[in-house]
């Protein structure tokens, strides 16, 4: 299987790309900024390409899809993990911030569907996991931009999953918990401890055990439009 995961030159999408280069599958180890991680996760992945691509810029993600179709021929798993996050109360957030916020969060799942879907169209298969956050269900202070996308992305799974079951092409969205990646580890410490003090389990989130779940989910049949809380912060 061809996989394509958004963001996984570190954090969750490095995760992710490991569990999937394990179980023998080829993986685009696509990136932004940091060329050097993303080579390196690459690195350990035994067949993988390392793609730049701004997952806000739908010629910069059609010309990704295009190279990945080239060497191998289609796609079978979108994983849409890159992200960003701004702190910032809503009345002093810029309206800068919150366009890039979204455009990244939002419109960049949206672009990394529409330029996948039609290959899975073709090949009457296929697997799209969004990642969402329970920051998109619960809402959070200082949040608005980045809970508004991950809201957003729980609207587009759901109308993806409803416009493509016609032809076996599964959407689902994952809430992943908190985890201590850079963006995890980047926001505030009150955000943590509320985190924790949420957890039944009283830990954050391990981005292995969540990589496990979505290559899981990847082979399962028939399960779509959910939304998966891999969560011990009750919704
Ligand atoms: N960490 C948490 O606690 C948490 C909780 C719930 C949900 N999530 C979600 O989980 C996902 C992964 O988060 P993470 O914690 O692993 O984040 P991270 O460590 O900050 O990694 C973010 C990844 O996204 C890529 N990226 C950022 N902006 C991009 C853009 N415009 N175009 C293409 N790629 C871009 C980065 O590429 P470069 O390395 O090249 O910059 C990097 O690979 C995100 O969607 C996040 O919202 C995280």
């Given at each position: 299987?061809?996989?394509?995961?958004?963001?996984?030159?570190?954090?969750?999408?490095?995760?992710?790309?490991?569990?999937?280069?394990?179980?023998?599958?080829?993986?685009?180890?696509?990136?932004?900024?940091?060329?050097?991680?993303?080579?390196?996760?690459?690195?350990?992945?035994?067949?993988?390409?390392?793609?730049?691509?701004?997952?806000?810029?739908?010629?910069?993600?059609?010309?990704?899809?295009?190279?990945?179709?080239?060497?191998?021929?289609?796609?079978?798993?979108?994983?849409?993990?890159?992200?960003?996050t701004k702190e910032e109360l809503l009345l002093k957030a810029s309206e800068k911030d919150f366009d890039e916020l979204i455009n990244?969060?939002?419109?960049?799942?949206?672009?990394?569907?529409?330029?996948?879907?039609?290959?899975?169209?073709?090949?009457?298969?296929?697997?799209?996991?969004?990642?969402?956050?329970?920051?998109?269900?619960?809402?959070?202070?200082?949040?608005?931009?980045?809970?508004?996308?991950?809201?957003?992305?729980?609207?587009?799974?759901?109308?993806?999953?409803?416009?493509?079951?016609?032809?076996?092409?599964?959407?689902?969205?994952?809430?992943?918990?908190?985890?201590?990646?850079?963006?995890?580890?980047?926001?505030?410490?009150?955000?943590?401890?509320?985190?924790?003090?949420d957890s039944l389990v009283k830990s954050f989130s391990d981005p292995n055990n969540v990589a496990d779940f979505i290559c899981y989910?990847?082979?399962?049949?028939?399960?779509?439009?959910?939304?998966?809380?891999?969560?011990?912060?009750?919704?």
């Open positions: 299987m061809v996989c394509l995961i958004t963001g996984s030159s570190r954090g969750l999408g490095k995760e992710i790309a490991l569990a999937f280069g394990r179980r023998g599958h080829q993986v685009v180890v696509h990136y932004k900024e940091r060329k050097e991680e993303a080579e390196d996760v690459a690195s350990q992945i035994k067949e993988s390409m390392a793609i730049k691509a701004d997952a806000g810029n739908i010629e910069e993600v059609k010309s990704l899809v295009d190279r990945v179709v080239q060497r191998w021929g289609g796609i079978d798993i979108l994983v849409n993990n890159a992200g960003i990244t969060n939002l419109k960049g799942p949206f672009n990394f569907i529409r330029a996948v879907a039609p290959l899975m169209v073709i090949q009457k298969s296929g697997h799209i996991i969004n990642i969402s956050s329970i920051a998109g269900v619960q809402g959070k202070a200082g949040l608005s931009a980045y809970s508004s996308s991950k809201a957003g992305i729980i609207g587009l799974t759901m109308s993806a999953a409803k416009e493509f079951s016609e032809h076996s092409i599964m959407v689902n969205a994952v809430l992943p918990g908190y985890m201590l990646t850079d963006m995890g580890i980047a926001s505030n410490e009150k955000a943590k401890e509320l985190a924790l003090n989910l990847s082979e399962t049949k028939g399960i779509t439009g959910q939304v998966f809380n891999l969560d011990s912060r009750i919704l």
